[in-house]
């Protein structure tokens, strides 16, 4: 492989992205990362069941994935691609929320579904990244957003 070809990661299983995110159990939003292009882009998987906490009361009779956790898994990939190109896994440095803009749902995310999260890098600019996130059901787009990040430390006591 020649210097300038990407390095391409995958797939990683749900260890590899626990290394990387702090998310635990009921909030961690990517089962696994099929690829990982570093320094470019993420597609990864969240398993949509009914077994999700959230159905209970989202919508009883209807239960529907809530728009925001969607954003959030985004982000969780995000945090993955991330935490990954920089060689930061294992280090403790998080990844923090700064923005999120241009959200749109198109379809409906209900159990029993695989969502595709597909994210990449728009910008870098020390340590924070600019992302472009797209979460699709099969091939239909159920919902997009761009959003900025920061890379930092964890709060100390």
């Given amino acids: 492989m020649s210097e300038?070809?990407?390095?391409?990661?995958?797939?990683?299983?749900?260890r590899r992205v626990m290394a990387a995110l702090?998310?635990?159990y009921p909030l961690l939003l990517v089962d696994r990362v099929e690829e990982l292009v570093v320094d470019e882009r993420i597609t990864a998987i969240k398993a949509v069941t009914i077994n999700e906490n959230f159905f209970q009361g989202h919508f009883p009779g209807r239960p529907i994935m809530p728009g925001?956790?969607?954003?959030?898994?985004?982000a969780q990939a995000a945090g993955v691609l991330?935490?990954?190109?920089?060689?930061?896994?294992?280090?403790?440095?998080?990844?923090y929320f700064m923005t999120i803009d241009e959200v749109k749902f198109r379809t409906p995310v209900e159990p029993g579904v695989l969502l595709r999260l597909e994210v990449a890098f728009a910008q870098k600019r020390g340590s924070v990244?600019?992302?472009e996130g797209k979460a699709y059901i099969g091939d239909?787009?159920?919902?997009?957003?761009n959003f900025t990040a920061m890379i930092a430390d964890p709060p100390t006591d």
């Fill in 4 to 14: 300038d070809a990407p390095k391409i990661l995958g797939p990683l299983d749900v």
């Fill in 22 to 24: 702090p998310h635990r």
């Fill in 68 to 74: 925001v956790l969607i954003v959030e898994a985004m």
């Fill in 82 to 95: 991330a935490v990954e190109s920089l060689g930061l896994a294992g280090s403790g440095k998080l990844v």
């Fill in 129 to 131: 990244c600019k992302f």
């Fill in 140 to 145: 239909k787009l159920a919902a997009q957003a």
